[in-house]
């Protein structure tokens, strides 16, 4: 990203007020979620799904291209009483915190290449939550882009060394159409 994409999101959550509910897909997922070890979230905006992991019992590392949403994110955990660790990162430029991670959320960012990091980034038996709305979210809403959208049958093919434990790919309560999947790295897998 460049550094007008930086500045484009820091304006975007200098206008908006900062959630503070985490996604209704990760706390669907609570039940299969672990609660100790580390964590890492992908472009997690201004952290409340990073919160929630922490609030959970996870060291979690928030990464984020936006100064802006990474300061409302340290806002967030303080009011919280938890801890985060936050980083400013171009996940298209720069090298990614390194693991091993129980669980690596990236949910509302696509970058393709992403998907061949995760893998290494995983323990084993470490667990993948992803969501991204498909080219049919274009059918009601005009953001995001295209550019920025998953093909229609598109996110299983992308699970690159990953077990998929659900996938759902459809019209959501909120009224977009996203693909989401849970996955895990295999426990026998030996990577590095």
């Given at each position: 990203?460049?550094?007008?994409?930086?500045?484009?999101?820091?304006?975007?959550?200098?206008?908006?007020?900062?959630?503070?509910?985490?996604?209704?897909?990760?706390?669907?997922?609570?039940?299969?979620?672990?609660?100790?070890?580390?964590?890492?979230?992908?472009?997690?905006?201004?952290?409340?799904d990073a919160?929630?992991?922490?609030?959970?019992?996870?060291?979690?590392?928030?990464?984020?291209?936006?100064?802006?949403?990474?300061?409302?994110?340290?806002?967030?955990?303080?009011?919280?009483?938890?801890?985060?660790?936050?980083?400013?990162?171009?996940?298209?430029?720069?090298?990614?915190?390194?693991?091993?991670?129980?669980?690596?959320?990236?949910?509302?960012?696509?970058?393709?290449?992403?998907?061949?990091?995760?893998p290494r980034?995983?323990?084993?038996?470490?667990?993948?939550?992803?969501?991204?709305?498909?080219?049919?979210?274009?059918?009601?809403?005009?953001?995001?882009?295209?550019?920025?959208?998953?093909?229609?049958?598109?996110?299983?093919?992308?699970?690159?060394?990953?077990?998929?434990?659900?996938?759902?790919?459809?019209?959501?309560?909120?009224?977009?159409?996203?693909?989401?999947?849970?996955?895990?790295?295999?426990?026998?897998?030996?990577?590095?």
């Open positions: 990203m460049s550094q007008e994409d930086r500045q484009r999101w820091n304006d975007r959550y200098q206008q908006a007020s900062a959630p503070r509910e985490p996604s209704d897909f990760l706390r669907s997922l609570a039940d299969r979620l672990p609660r100790e070890g580390r964590a890492l979230d992908l472009a997690g905006g201004p952290g409340q919160c929630w992991l922490a609030r959970r019992g996870l060291d979690v590392t928030l990464v984020d291209i936006s100064d802006v949403a990474l300061a409302q994110a340290e806002v967030l955990a303080r009011d919280a009483g938890v801890s985060l660790t936050c980083l400013r990162l171009d996940l298209e430029a720069g090298a990614l915190p390194p693991g091993p991670f129980d669980l690596v959320v990236c949910l509302n960012y696509l970058w393709r290449p992403l998907f061949a990091a995760v980034l995983l323990a084993p038996g470490g667990l993948f939550v992803f969501a991204q709305p498909t080219r049919s979210n274009l059918q009601r809403h005009p953001h995001p882009s295209a550019r920025f959208l998953l093909d229609d049958g598109e996110l299983p093919t992308l699970l690159q060394d990953l077990q998929s434990l659900s996938f759902t790919e459809g019209w959501t309560d909120a009224g977009r159409h996203e693909a989401r999947v849970l996955a895990r790295r295999s426990v026998n897998d030996s990577q590095g």
